[in-house]
C-alpha cells in the first residue's frame, strides 16, 4: 500500500489521495442513487396532478413571478411529454398571473 513504502514520490501520494478521495465521493453518490432505486414505487405515481400557483405579496413582481413558475412547469411538461391543462387563470395588466391552476397528466409526473 502507498502509506507502507518509503521511497515514494510525495507527489504520487499527492495524487494516489486526491484520487482515493473522488473516488470515496463517487461511491457515496452511487450508494445514495442505488438506495433511492431500492425504495418501492409509490401507488400514487401513475396518478395525475393539479398545481395552483397563486402571486403573493409584491403586486405586479409577484404576480410576473407566478408567470415565470407557471412557464417553468408548462416548458419542463413539455419536454417530458406530459400533457398540461389549463383549469383556472387569473392574470394582471402586465402579463402576469394572480393566479394560475393547471393539471399535468402523464407517467411518471410525481416523481
Known sequence: MLSED????PEIRKLADQEIQELNLQTQKMQKQ???????????DS???IIEIRAGTGGDEAALFARDLFQMYAHYSESQKWRLKLMNESKNDLGGFK???FSIEGKGNLQ
Open 6 to 9: 518509503k521511497d515514494e514520490d
Open 34 to 44: 442505488i438506495e433511492i432505486l431500492l425504495l418501492p414505487k409509490d401507488p400514487d
Open 47 to 49: 396518478r395525475n396532478i
Open 99 to 101: 393566479e394560475i391552476t
